[in-house]
């Protein structure tokens, strides 16, 4: 018997393949919502192997904030000419410029917020009937109640109080035209999962998740990468850290960790002896006990 | 010796305490972030509660924190020295029960807690009746708020006899009786002090050691075609890949095969995971295989063994659960999901609803509203391949999607 045995990760593994081959067996416009981040790249790195060895069958879709980490834009210009897929950018400026947006002002001022229009946009425009990403239940109390196959209406809005039933793993995708489905292949993963992955993997990340001395600014209780999208208060002043990333969002809301880990060895050791979650360092989570739900109701990813 | 993963559920009435439970079971084994217990913390005191109410763990919408109920399933992940855990924190409101279907469909294991004043309600029966038509083979009964009813070691043997004697009627090969208190800890990760009478482990202890048996079949060969991969590129035109799960058995290469429902016969000549070949695959493993020769297979069609093949039939024998607020009206078309498969189906006959309290038939009123149970014969358009439910769970599941709405109305299984 023991021959058959799988581990953990061959467990997760073969879910997530699973579900994104139900994506595209499924819907006719399907694509990935990549961010750059560690989790799209796992969910990209899925759908690799679950289509090998033809293409990925769906293009991969980034909402650029404008604020981006130099390194992540180089990255998935990389990954996305390796791949060979199709990338699709939606502008958060764009619609700035066009006036459907308003910019938040202020010193803690983020395009998180202005994200999600844009995402919706994107989604309209290119009649996208399933967007997978690589949003984990673990991460946070409303993503954890996520289903594999989250429905949304015609205005992109979850509806948390009244989710489909999802029964095994039989994934109900049929839904009236101008709805889609939110997919999250990587739901039962949790953060130390995605880098065991990484590590058994192999796979590339963006160098911003090891190690690297940046210039910083403190600010709540917080460590922001110094920018010119970040304002500064007169109080407060630049310096010299030795840090790393956890998450990778917008530059102005991701907070570093103070760290010498530059390996995935010792990212790894890292996560494991965690006392706070990996959200613990993102503005956008802080701003109220329900940001993430009032978010996500709206379309966020 | 050591446990694989282990996937449970908490089920039971509304506020019989499953949430605070889950939040005991983190917080006593240290497995909360500190943010996380900050901000539960901080929720707290804004509502006036005395410490942490550690329900806020898993209740984490808006609506749930302002009733103070589950209406959603939360996952949660943590993990002992000894075993990985994924829990699904259940709602115990009957209105919600559809969203109790949906995780335990994919348990392992049940937690039915019982408030020791209230005793058994009709939600511990449902929910206790869900979970064995879902095939959940192990079962712990915790007597919850014994801190209520004095640690009272008489009032715990009465709930369990009343418990003992309404699930005699199904068969559960592994049930286990638990006295404890979610709010003040007894008996969850630590020992209880104040029912020295009780000497069986805490629910922590029990859920590090319990065996189980893994669900998977490895003796019937299924693998239903999900996704037929034909790569666009030069290198690669000629390829033909059949992309799916095992459903079960041990697949190898240069196995013999069928293909169903053509039945005509060829040969694996490779499998892969990605772009490694393996030699072998089996449950629940996503992987390409191909064949020895090019016959018409497509997504909904299977790969089986002569010898061994599922029934195909276009009239089964089913239990249903109704998981829609519409009654179901006798003689609607549905579509019926089975593996990657679909096809037209109409319930042709209720046989029975099932009483959910004293577990009779009821034959007189065959109108199916939410949340019931009951037995209907189901014809379907063309034939599927099914097996008995409880020989395989991948191959005898089966969901109602309604065609107007496109819901998923009912969640079925299989008895052959
Ligand atoms: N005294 C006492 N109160 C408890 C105990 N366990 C839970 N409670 C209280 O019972 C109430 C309901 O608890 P929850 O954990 O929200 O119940 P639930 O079963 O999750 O409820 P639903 O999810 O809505 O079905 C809360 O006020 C808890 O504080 C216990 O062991 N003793
Ligand atoms: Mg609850």
């Known amino acids: ?301 | 010796m050591e446990q694989g993963l282990l996937r449970f559920i908490t089920a039971g009435s509304v506020d019989d305490g499953k949430s605070t439970l889950i939040g005991r079971l983190l917080y006593d084994s240290k497995t909360i972030f500190e943010d996380q217990l900050e901000s539960i913390e901080q929720a707290s005191t804004q509502r006036g509660t005395d410490g942490a109410d550690l329900s806020l763990l898993t209740d984490g919408l808006r609506a749930e924190r302002e009733q103070g109920i589950t209406i959603d399933v939360a996952y949660r992940y943590f993990a002992t020295p000894k075993r990985k855990f994924i829990i699904a924190d259940a709602p115990g409101h009957i209105q919600y029960t559809r969203n109790m279907v949906t995780g335990a469909s994919t348990a392992d294991l049940a937690i039915i807690l019982i408030d020791a004043r209230a005793g058994l309600l009709e939600q511990t029966h449902r929910h206790s009746f869900i979970s064995h038509l879902l095939g959940i083979k192990h079962m712990v009964v915790c007597v919850n708020k014994m801190d209520l009813v004095e640690w009272d070691e008489g009032r715990y043997n009465e709930i369990v006899d009343t418990y003992r004697s309404f699930s005699s009627r199904l068969d559960i090969p592994d049930i286990r009786f638990i006295p404890i208190s979610a709010l003040q800890g007894d008996n969850v990760v630590d020992r209880s002090e104040r029912m020295d009478w009780y000497d069986g482990p805490t629910l922590l202890n029990h859920l590090e050691h319990v065996h189980v048996a893994a669900d998977r079949n490895l003796q019937d060969c299924r693998f239903p075609v999900q996704y037929v991969i034909r790569p666009q590129t030069d290198a690669d035109r000629d390829f033909r890949g059949y992309a799916g799960r095992v459903a079960g058995g041990v697949f190898k290469v240069g196995d013999e095969v069928v293909a169903l429902p053509s039945g005509l016969s060829t040969t694996v000549t490779s499998i892969a995971i990605g772009d490694k070949k393996v030699d072998m695959a089996f449950p629940p493993q996503s992987v390409v295989m191909t064949l020895g020769d090019d016959i018409d297979l497509s997504r909904g069609d299977m790969l089986v063994r002569e010898n061994n093949q599922p029934n195909s039939s276009q009239d089964l024998d089913a239990r249903i659960c109704w998981l829609s607020e519409q009654p179901m009206r006798p003689g609607t078309r549905f579509e019926l999901h089975h593996t990657s498969r679909e096809a037209k189906a109409v319930v042709k006959e209720v046989v029975y609803k099932l009483d959910i309290n004293t577990l009779h038939r009821i034959e007189d009123d065959l109108e199916i509203g939410m949340n019931d149970i009951a037995r209907v014969r189901i014809r379907t358009a063309a034939p599927i391949l099914v097996d008995d439910y409880r020989r395989n769970r991948a191959t005898g599941s089966f969901i109602l999607v309604d065609p107007g709405t496109r819901l998923t109305v009912a969640a079925g299984v299989i008895y052959t």
């Open chain 1, 1 to 301: 018997m023991s021959d058959y045995n799988m581990s953990h990760l061959d467990e997760l593994e073969a879910e997530g393949i699973y579900v994104m081959r139900e994506v595209a067996a499924q819907f006719e416009r399907p694509a990935i919502l990549f961010s750059g981040g560690k989790d799209s790249i796992c969910v990209t790195h899925l759908a690799r192997k679950a289509f090998a060895p033809a293409r990925i069958p769906m293009p991969l879709v980034h909402i650029d904030t404008g604020h981006n980490f130099p390194e992540t834009m180089q990255f998935r210009d990389d990954l996305v000419a390796e791949l060979g897929v199709q990338l699709i950018v939606g502008s958060v400026q764009e619609l700035i410029d066009r006036g459907e947006v308003t910019e938040e002002k202020g010193f803690n001022a983020s395009r998180n917020r202005i994200q999600t229009p844009t995402l919706i946009n994107t989604i309209e425009q290119h009649q996208f009937d399933a967007c997978c990403g690589g949003a984990r239940r673990d991460e946070e109390k409303a993503r954890a109640k996520e289903r594999f196959f989250s429905h949304r209406d015609d205005f992109s809005q979850w509806d948390p109080k009244n989710q489909r039933p999802e029964l095994w793993d039989l994934y109900n995708g049929k839904h009236q035209p101008g709805e889609h489905f939110r997919v999250f292949p990587l739901n039962n993963w949790t953060e130390l999962d995605i880098w065991n992955y990484i590590l058994r993997e192999n796979i590339a990340i963006p160098s911003l998740y090891f190690a690297h001395e940046r210039e910083v600014v403190r600010r709540d209780g917080q460590i922001l990468a110094h920018s010119e999208y970040l304002n500064l208060r007169p109080d407060e002043k630049v310096e010299k850290l030795q840090v790393r990333f956890r998450t990778l969002g917008d530059l102005t809301i991701t907070g570093a960790v103070e760290s010498d880990a530059d390996t995935l060895e010792k990212i790894i050791g890292e996560v494991a002896a965690a006392r706070k979650t990996e959200r613990g360092g993102r503005m956008d989570d802080k701003r109220s006990q329900s940001a993430m739900e009032d978010r996500k109701k709206e379309g966020y990813f």
